[in-house]
């Protein structure tokens, strides 16, 4: 089973959040897991879903990068072209 780990974080949104709750950097969910599944004709897409920090942070900053983070990712992933094992 083919497993690859993408770096993710956009450093803008990282800073500003970093700026708001300099906590929260140990737990930023900027990892993204692409595997193939079992049986090999499919992909699955593991992440950390970002509004998690805002459950961990009264900043509005953080709910702003957190929003926009999860906006960034939906829309890139609607946009992209599948994933098929061969691309792994």
Do not use: F, H, W
């Not at 906590?23 to 509004?51: F, K, T």
């Amino acid at each position: 089973m083919t497993t690859v780990i993408l770096e993710a974080c956009n450093q803008g949104l990282t800073s500003k959040a970093l700026a708001a709750e300099p906590q929260l950097g140990a737990l930023l969910p900027c990892n993204v897991m692409v595997r193939r599944g079992i049986e090999g004709d499919q992909s699955i897409i593991y992440a950390v879903d970002p509004q998690t920090l805002v459950q961990l942070s009264d900043a509005p900053q953080v709910r702003e990068v957190a929003d926009a983070r999860l906006r960034a990712a939906l829309t890139s992933l609607a946009s992209a072209d599948p994933i098929t094992p061969e691309s792994l």
